[in-house]
């Protein structure tokens, strides 16, 4: 577990939103846990049906 994170399916807009994420402390947003943080965020978008993934700005809370 790298942290905490907000989302909802905005649904008129076809994609899953990213409002916040939380990383626990001592945890670094590496380019390896960002390239699979992606990844996991396209699964979910498309197991709950919207076609791509968006993010609030500013969504990276530290």
Do not use: C, S
Request: aromatic fraction near 6%.
């Amino acid at each position: 577990m790298i942290g905490r994170i907000d989302m909802k399916a905005q649904r008129q807009d076809d994609a899953l939103h990213v409002t916040g994420l939380w990383l626990e402390p001592k945890i670094k947003l590496t380019k390896g846990r960002e390239k699979k943080l992606i990844a996991e965020l396209n699964r979910q978008a498309k197991f709950i049906g919207m076609e791509k993934v968006t993010y609030e700005r500013g969504y990276l809370i530290t």
